[in-house]
């Protein structure tokens, strides 16, 4: 089983708040992504880290920001939520392998909505 | 452009076989993934497949064929715990996942 967390599970929020959601893995991964996912639709990815200090945007144009500072956490922060922002957000690591791929891990996801 | 298509949904019986087809265009490929994802739940790892031909793991099972840009996933002995929306995925050449919208398969008695 994955040791993958995400908080808060679920949260409703005013227009214009600034929030960050956490992601924390013990697994030890290098990589780490955050997915923005809509009822029935494809997993869009907003950011990603290769390891500590690297963070790289994802195709999902988003007013978000990310840190990665430690290994094992990976926070996302929007900085003015807005209601376009209501979605569920996932979080997910992998390592790399030998072989150069390895599947990803996801946590069990935050549901948030912007009122 | 890169893309992943998969049909929206399907409706199998319990006990019977069912597959599932996804074709991808990608910039470059470096394998394809399975994933299922239950209702409201985070997606879960079923498969992965670099290179052509058939993987088996249990019930379920994995087909490529890289020159046809296709593959699909084959669940045998449906059981009523199987409905779950089906995610395929395709690795492009910068090791980016590219995800389709998913399948959801709905499991009848």
């Known amino acids: 089983e994955a040791d993958i967390y995400q908080t808060p599970r679920y949260l409703v929020i005013g227009t214009g708040k600034k929030i960050t959601l956490e992601c924390s893995q013990t697994?030890?991964?290098?990589?780490m992504y955050w997915y923005q996912q809509d009822p029935g639709m494809e997993l869009h990815l907003i950011h990603y880290?290769?390891?500590?200090?690297?963070?790289e945007k994802g195709d999902l144009s988003s007013e978000s920001t990310v840190s990665r500072i430690r290994t094992e956490h990976f926070p996302l922060t929007l900085e003015s939520a807005r209601p376009s922002h209501t979605s569920q957000y996932l979080c997910?690591?992998?390592?790399?392998?030998?072989?150069?791929?390895?599947?990803?891990?996801f946590g069990p996801g935050t549901r948030l909505t912007v009122l | 452009g890169q893309n992943i298509d998969q049909p929206t949904e399907m409706t199998a019986t319990e006990g019977a076989i069912v597959q599932i087809n996804c074709t991808y265009q990608?910039?470059?490929?470096?394998?394809l993934f399975w994933y299922q994802q239950h209702a409201g739940e985070a997606p879960t790892f079923l498969s992965y497949n670099v290179l052509d031909g058939l993987e088996e793991k249990g019930r379920f099972s994995s087909f490529l064929s890289r020159s046809k840009g296709y593959s699909y996933l084959l669940l045998k002995e449906l059981q009523m715990k199987d409905s779950a929306s089906y995610l395929c995925a395709a690795l492009d050449s910068n090791y980016q996942l590219i995800w389709g919208a998913g399948t959801k398969l709905i499991i009848k008695p």
């Open positions: 997910a690591s992998s390592e790399y392998t030998r072989e150069g791929v390895n599947e990803q891990f």
């Open positions: 880290s290769y390891g500590v200090n690297s963070t």
């Open positions: 990608t910039s470059g490929f470096n394998g």
């Open positions: 697994m030890g991964h290098d990589k």
